[in-house]
């Protein structure tokens, strides 16, 4: 038999608090239902029990929603979590979305479109929580377009991973074309399979598209996958020095094509060294941009301003950019002159390029 | 019936409320004192306190770094700072950005 998934809901209001445990009574999985009345009896729970969903209100005394969320996503990442709260203002929305919560409903909503609600929750708490491409769940890429393939359908399959996107052109199960970042044809297919995350949508077919890939889907599934497999495999010294000499041509290409005038991977402080292109290393430099990440996220966290985005600075001389990603400082420098606005989405490019 | 009402409107007067993001703006001095501001007075002054010697740091470390710096600006997912140097104080920025804010990317000051 398969085990009932658990639902928690915090809230100050008791009266609140017996609504949502008849509503939920409704639901047909049919939960278990537990409801807590502080976040700190919350979180005591959530680190003995498994729960499958958080309902979570804002206004609490002692520790506010927002308090309870940010710990939550930090030591419960997979508990999926719903704010149901009486503050309409767009603000606390913006502030919850931006700590990962899956919904955001208003308490007046939620009893005007109670079914609405309902399905939304159950919704929820049947999406597998493993990882893969969004839409289906634990499927890899190489699935997703054999099982285009094989139902002969016609479509285009758009990719997005972070700030990179690509296009595949299925015409009657066969593809024919697949373009991402300045790439076209099997290079763009190659590079495509290597994104082992990211999300997927179906767009109408195209089937003027000019035909740039002839080799039947498989034998390049196959090639790819033997591709991938050589690189882990890869253990020569000779080849070592080649894949870092390939990597470094890449990097500076890269550059090049983004108009940057160098980019710092600054790692955490002993473990690694900092990997800087198209200027000399400084260590002064690194060092600020670590610092910079560090005061901005005990700045976010002291005034609850959400996840930090990046940190950005300029003078007469250049503009530069902080983005924190796995741990890994990345500060890129940029001429002076180049426009402010699409600095931050050029910035995320280069640096989500910058392994693969 | 007025110590019903003195009461509950003590009690609820008591309760936590969740804290506003400032919006605003802040000057502060090169020792970190604030010298003018615009952010609503309900807004704790420690945490105004906390984010002009922030950003001060920010400054101060990046004039070390031999790269000083004429602006910084710091983007969180709900708030926005911009902080402009001055005779080595600040002045400070603030934009709570919500969840439909027509732009994302303030102009350069």
């Given amino acids: ?100 919560v899956d919904l955001f409903w208003l308490k007046t909503d939620m009893q005007a479109n109670s079914q609405m609600f309902l399905d939304c929750i159950e919704s929820l708490m049947g999406r597998d929580m493993e990882g893969g491409f969004r839409g289906i769940q634990s499927k890899s890429l190489m699935d997703i377009i054999q099982m285009e393939c094989l139902s002969r359908s016609s479509t285009v399959l758009r990719i997005t991973r972070g700030p990179l996107v690509a296009k595949l052109w299925i015409q009657n199960g066969e593809l024919i074309d697949a373009e991402t970042e300045g790439a076209r044809g099997e290079a763009a297919f190659y590079r495509i399979l290597g994104w082992k995350s990211g999300t997927f949508e179906n767009l109408p077919a195209e089937p003027e598209r000019e035909r740039t890939i002839t080799k039947p889907v498989n034998a390049l599934l196959l090639e790819s996958a033997q591709a991938i497999d050589e690189t882990a495999d890869s253990v020569e010294p000779g080849s070592v020095e080649q894949t870092a000499h390939r990597k470094t041509i890449w990097k500076l290409a890269l550059l090049t094509r983004e108009g940057a005038d160098f980019v710092m991977a600054v790692p955490p402080e002993g473990q690694g060294e900092v990997e800087t292109m198209g200027a000399q290393p400084s260590e002064p430099l690194a060092k600020w941009a670590r610092r910079a990440v560090e005061t901005a996220r005990r700045l976010g966290e002291r005034i609850e301003a959400g996840p930090l985005s990046h940190v950005a600075g300029h003078n007469l001389e250049r503009q530069m950019l902080v983005l924190n990603r796995d741990n890994v400082c990345f500060l890129i420098g940029w001429p002076p002159n180049v426009a402010t606005s699409p600095l931050l989405e050029k910035s995320k490019k280069l640096v989500s390029s910058w392994d693969s | 019936m007025g110590f019903l009402k003195q009461f509950f409107r003590r009690f609820f007067r008591s309760r936590a409320a969740i804290q506003q993001l400032p919006a605003g703006s802040v000057t502060v001095d090169r020792d970190g004192r604030i010298v003018t501001y615009t952010v609503s007075s309900i807004y704790p002054k420690e945490l105004l306190y906390d984010i002009g010697r922030e950003v001060l740091s920010l400054f101060r470390e990046a004039r070390e770094a031999q790269v000083p710096l004429a602006e910084v600006s710091i983007h969180f997912t709900s708030l926005h700072i911009t902080a402009r140097e001055l005779r080595g104080g600040a002045i400070i920025f603030l934009f709570p950005q919500a969840a439909f804010s027509p732009s994302t990317i303030r102009p350069r000051l």
């Fill in chain 1, 1 to 100: 038999m398969e085990a009932r998934h658990k639902i928690l809901v915090l809230d100050d209001d008791a009266d609140w608090l017996n609504l949502c445990n008849e509503m939920f009574a409704h639901l047909p999985s049919k939960p278990e239902i537990r409801t807590v009345a502080s976040g700190a009896r919350a979180l005591a729970l959530l680190e003995t029990e498994p729960f499958r969903l958080l309902v979570c209100d804002l206004k609490m005394p002692r520790m506010d929603g927002l308090q309870v969320l940010s710990i939550v996503r930090r030591r419960f990442p997979e508990l999926r979590t719903i704010v149901l709260s009486g503050l309409e203002d767009e603000e606390f929305r913006s502030r919850a979305y931006a700590l990962g």
